[in-house]
Each structure stands twice: as C-alpha cells, then as structure tokens.
C-alpha cells in the first residue's frame, strides 16, 4: 500500500515537473519567434529603408540630373535667343527704314535678254541672285560695293565683268570682306579694270553734270529708304526734272522707281576718298597720240600729260569763241563768275573745263565748271568783281606739279 502511495505520488510528481518543463519550453520557443519574426521584420525594415533611401537617393540624382538637363536647356536655349536676337537686329539694322521715297515715281521695268537683265539701256546685277554666291564672297549679304562696280564696268567697258569679278579682286587687295566695303575699293576698282574714278562729295551740280555726259555715279546711301546701315547704289542717269534713275543692286523694286536727285543726296552718308558720290567715266583725251610715240613707249603709263592736255584745253577755249568773245584772249576767258545756287551753268567753256578736270581727275576743275560761268555769260554778269576765280592759278599748279 506504501509502495503505491510513494509510486504514484512520484508519477503524479514526475507528471508535474514534466508539464512545467514543456510549458517552459513552449514559452522559450514562443518567445523565441516573435524575437526572430522581431529580427525578421527589422531586417525587412532595414532592407526596406535601404530601398527607400536607394530610391531616394535614386530620385535624388535623377532630380538632380533633371535639374541640370533643364538648367542646360534653359542655357542652352537663351544662349540661341540671344544668338537670333542678335541675328534678328543684324538683318532689322540692314533694312531700310523708310519704306516710301517722297517724290519718286515709276521708271522702267527690267527685262531679260540672253541670260542678261536691263534697266532701261543699262545692264544691271543683283547681289541676292544666286548665280553670284556660289562661293564665300558674302556678295548676298556684303557685296553691294562690287556689284555697284560691277554695273558701273560692265556698261562703260567691259560687259563680261560680273559681280564675282569685282569682289575676288577687291577681297585679293583688301578691300573687301564679308564685313562690306572700305570706301577706298570704288576709286581701286575703277583704276583696276582702266576707268577713272572722280569723288564728288555731296555736290549737287557736280553729281548731276556726272549723269548729263553719261557718266554712272557711285552713291553710298545712310540708314533711311535704300539701306538701314550702309548700302552703295549706282545712279546711271538724269532727265530734265532731274529724276534720277538708279540701280539699287540690292532691290529690284526700289531700281523700278526714279527718284529726286536732292533726295538720293539727302540718303546718303558720310565717306572717305572724297565720297560719298564717286563719278566713274572713260578716259577723254582730246589730243591724239602719234603712232611713233606709241611704238617707241614714250607714254610709259596711261596717266594723262598734264602741259599737253591744259593745252589742249585752251585750244578748244580758243576755237569755239563766240563773236562777242573773238577778240578776248583765253586767259581772260577762263577767269569766271560763281553762278546763282539753283542753276548748274554751261557753255563751251564749262565743257573744256569739266573735260580737262576728267582727264585729269582733278577735283578743283569740275567743281569750277559746274559752279561758274565764264566768257560770254560772265561778261555779260551784272557784277563782275563778285566771287570770281582765275582758272589760270589752277592751271599754273597743275603744270607745275606735273601730274
């Protein structure tokens, strides 16, 4: 009876410990994972953070590029608009700024004949025509001097000359780039292809005289109707209301019109080498050269023999004399009376002056025969002693010099 007593207090005994073993256990083990989930969930919050701040970082740097690609084309972008901006107020400063010449009328339309274009009797070039800008000339957008030139040449001597010419030259010496013109180039080119070239400033009477013996003038134009900057043009003639036809080398339209010649004048703008007016003429010696003299090579150049040609002069003077002027020698004839400002004078000694100053390129000379009057219509001036000037001092310095 013991024996059980003590066998089954010890089972109930064993039995217990056993259950608080297993609970312990269990509650170890329970306790166990939620420490491993615990751990398990911190590892994924951390491996989540570390994504996040991946990411982040990621967005960051995309941000960032982002920011920079922007702020590039932003750069970028006002770095072009300030490039055609600055384009923009280029081609605005080379047009005109008038758009109506007061005073101008119709005038003639141009033709085309055998591959050339006419304005009236006169060939003419435009610097846009795509013939002339096969190459890096810049004659569309700087070669309104040499294609003015080449107007001028291409009437007066030789119509082969083309724009393309005049400016491969005048770039070769200097004259000319893609920046335009040095004033200088119209007299170098004129002397170049065997014209001559006289600069007539501003003068009214001077210019016109130019265009009644035939004689193209070269014009620089100031901002206004023709140009917003500087722009050359050729005048090649005048009528008797003193309408002038131009070749705007620039312009077909503005070449269709005929202007006032004060208002071309009051376009143009100040220049260097006498300018801004240049006559451009052929050689008209009125003295005949020996053939002997031409074969043995006296005449080393084509520059005119300034005793000869002031001789010459007079002789024309001498022989055309009228009645009233027969019996007063030459010297007296060629002191002459300024004109009145509103008329240009002429007479036969007027003629042999302005010549003479031609062949001699002498700019005194032309602007005396076309400001002054002599012989007759001085003589028969109401004040003789009244602004007059002695052409013979002109002539005794030229002789001296030597030209």
């Not at 312009?251 to 019109?257: G, I, L, P």
């Not at 005119?304 to 022989?319: E, L, M, P, W």
């Not at 009233?324 to 030459?330: D, L």
Request: net charge positive; with cysteine; hydrophobic share 30%.
């Amino acid at each position: 009876m013991r024996k059980k007593l003590m066998t089954v207090a010890l089972a109930a005994f064993f039995s217990c410990c056993l259950s608080n073993s297993t609970s312990i256990i269990h509650a170890d083990e329970e306790s166990m994972i939620p420490q491993e989930t615990s751990i398990s969930t911190t590892e994924t919050s951390v491996a989540t953070t570390e994504k996040s701040v991946v990411f982040e970082t990621s967005t960051q740097k995309k941000r960032t590029v982002t920011k920079r690609h922007k702020k590039n084309i932003t750069i970028k972008k006002k770095h072009q608009s300030k490039k055609k901006s600055k384009k923009d107020n280029h081609q605005k400063q080379s047009k005109p700024k008038v758009s109506h010449a007061p005073g101008s009328v119709d005038g003639y339309k141009l033709v085309k004949a055998k591959e050339t274009e006419y304005v009236r009797k006169y060939i003419y070039y435009n610097q846009t025509d795509s013939q002339w800008n096969q190459n890096d000339l810049s004659i569309r957008s700087a070669g309104c001097g040499p294609t003015s030139m080449a107007v001028c040449i291409a009437n007066l001597k030789n119509k082969s000359i083309t724009p393309v010419d005049t400016a491969s030259w005048a770039r070769q010496q200097g004259l000319y780039s893609s920046d335009g013109s040095l004033h200088q180039a119209i007299p170098a080119m004129a002397q170049h292809w065997g014209l001559h070239c006289m600069g007539l400033k501003k003068d009214y009477n001077m210019i016109k005289r130019s265009l009644q013996n035939g004689n193209p003038v070269i014009g620089l134009m100031g901002p206004g109707y023709f140009t917003g900057g500087g722009h050359f043009i050729t005048l090649l003639s005048i009528d008797r209301n003193d309408k002038v036809v131009v070749a705007d080398v620039a312009s077909r339209k503005r070449t269709s019109k005929k202007y006032d010649l004060k208002y071309i004048i009051n376009q143009s703008k100040q220049a260097d080498a006498n300018g801004p007016f240049w006559s451009i003429y052929k050689s008209k010696a009125t003295y005949k050269v020996s053939a002997k003299a031409v074969k043995k090579k006296i005449m080393k150049t084509k520059k005119v023999n300034t005793v000869r040609a002031i001789k010459q002069c007079k002789k024309v003077i001498a022989n055309d004399r009228t009645e009233i002027e027969k019996n007063i020698p030459v010297e007296k004839l060629i002191i002459g009376q300024q004109a009145s400002a509103d008329t240009i004078p002429s007479g036969k000694i007027n003629d042999a002056l302005y010549d003479l100053g031609e062949q001699l390129e002498n700019y005194e000379l032309i602007y005396v025969s076309t400001h002054y009057e002599f012989g007759q219509q001085m003589i028969t001036g109401s004040n003789l002693k009244a602004n007059t000037i002695d052409v013979n001092e002109i002539l005794d310095a030229l002789q001296k010099k030597g030209r």
